[in-house]
């Protein structure tokens, strides 16, 4: 699922999510193969970066298992098998700071 990965990112990276990160659980977790990690400084930035990353999961073919979020939250999750893209507000990432966690895996 490195193509997905790298859809994700490349889709995050167009429209200027901020500092991208990857988690590779490829060898390690049977559920997932990776998390991408990114942010944006506004709820309506990161509703953007969400519809975006479904849009192109979409035409490129691949399912979506489901798209989290409560109105006005600061934090998505798109759950796309394989892999799993994390969309925080800024303020909020460092708060949950899911790259600590999993910091050995990160790349």
Do not use: C
Not at 50 to 76: F, L, M, P, Q
């Amino acid at each position: 699922m490195k193509e997905l990965k790298d859809l994700i990112v490349a889709t995050l990276d167009e429209r200027k999510a901020n500092d991208i990160k990857v988690v590779d659980f490829e060898n390690g977790n049977p559920l997932v193969d990776y998390f991408v990690i990114a942010d944006a400084a506004s709820h309506r930035q990161i509703k953007a970066l969400a519809d975006h990353v479904v849009d192109a999961i979409e035409k490129a073919g691949y399912k979506i298992k489901t798209v989290e979020s409560e109105r006005e939250s600061s934090w998505i999750l798109i759950d796309a098998y394989d892999v799993v893209a994390h969309i925080f507000l800024t303020e909020d990432r460092a708060h949950y700071n899911l790259e600590k966690l999993y910091q050995d895996l990160i790349k």
